[in-house]
């Protein structure tokens, strides 16, 4: 992986494309490392949550524990709270793990409502990041 693409809250990814933009694949995504600020291994991108509307990448679902997928949990974080780390071929975030699993519980192994605009503010309010659409 040699380009690397902007995404939402300047957030880059591995690309395929050329140029200022290039695009990448979500299934490139999905399964990318997630590290801390102090460069230790978090978890992995399990899947991204799209805003059907705009097109923007929202959330990303990550997935962390556990062993050969049994005690793993799965917390949902803003888009923005990623960053690619060209050096560690994944991303960074300045999250801990202590900080996921005490994260607000978001995710569609629950009955969770993806339009309930409460939560997702509760979400964003949480991680410190503003609202992905807006105020």
């Not at 695009?23 to 230790?40: C, H, K, Q």
């Not at 705009?54 to 974080?77: D, K, P, R, W």
């Not at 607000?104 to 410190?128: A, C, I, M, Q, V």
């Amino acid at each position: 992986m040699s380009q690397f693409s902007t995404g939402a809250a300047g957030t880059t990814g591995a690309g395929t494309g050329s140029g200022a933009n290039p695009l990448i694949e979500s299934d490139r995504v999905e399964g990318t490392e997630v590290y801390g600020a102090d460069r230790s291994h978090i978890g992995s991108v399990k899947r991204l949550m799209i805003d059907k509307q705009s097109g923007q990448v929202a959330y990303a679902v990550l997935s962390f524990g556990g062993f050969l997928s049994m005690g793993e949990e799965s917390h949902t974080i803003p888009w923005g709270k990623l960053t690619y780390d060209t050096e560690l071929g994944g991303y960074r975030t300045d999250l801990t793990e202590s900080q996921l699993k005490d994260a607000p519980s978001f995710s569609r192994d629950e009955n969770t409502s993806w339009s309930d605009r409460d939560k997702e503010r509760d979400l964003h309010s949480y991680y410190g990041v503003s609202p992905y659409w807006g105020l």
